[in-house]
C-alpha cells in the first residue's frame, strides 16, 4: 500500500521497499527448479548485505544466476560448510561477501551488459 504513495515516501523508506522487491525477487523459484540449500544461503546473504541494492529489478534473476555460478570460487572449506548446513564464522562470510561484492561488480563494470546475458 506505501508504494502506491511512492511521491509522498522518504528516500529511506523508498530504499526499504526497493530492497523488498529485490528479496522478493530473489525468492521466486522456477517450478520444478528448486535451487540447492547452499545457493539458497549464498543469495540470501548477498541479499541481507544489500549487494542487490543498486541491481535494476528486471536484471535481479540474471545477478542471482551469476552470484550462484561466482560461489563454486569459494574455498572448498566453506562450500562444504554450507551444504552441511552449518554456521559460517565471520571471516568465512566476509570472504563470501568479498567474493559476491566483486561478481556484481564486475557485471556493473561491463557498460551496457545486462546482468542476464552475462550469468548465462
Not at 555460478?69 to 569459494?74: D, G, I, Q, R
Not at 570472504?95 to 566483486?102: F, G, H, K, V, Y
Request: proline share 2%.
Amino acid at each position: 500500500m506505501f508504494s502506491r504513495f511512492g511521491t509522498r515516501l522518504d528516500e529511506k523508506t523508498r530504499s526499504v521497499l526497493a530492497h523488498g522487491q529485490r528479496i522478493r525477487a530473489c525468492l521466486k523459484q522456477l517450478q520444478y527448479h528448486p535451487l540447492a540449500v547452499a545457493e539458497q544461503l549464498i543469495v540470501l546473504t548477498a541479499l541481507t548485505a544489500g549487494l542487490f541494492d543498486n541491481v535494476a529489478l528486471d536484471e535481479v534473476a540474471g545477478a542471482e544466476r551469476a552470484v550462484i555460478a561466482a560461489s563454486t570460487n569459494l574455498p572448498r572449506p566453506i562450500l562444504e560448510q554450507l551444504r552441511a548446513g552449518k554456521l559460517l564464522g565471520h571471516e568465512d562470510r566476509e570472504i563470501m561477501l568479498r567474493l559476491m561484492e566483486q561478481c556484481l561488480a564486475g557485471l556493473e563494470e561491463n557498460h551496457g551488459a545486462n546482468f542476464g546475458e552475462l550469468a548465462t
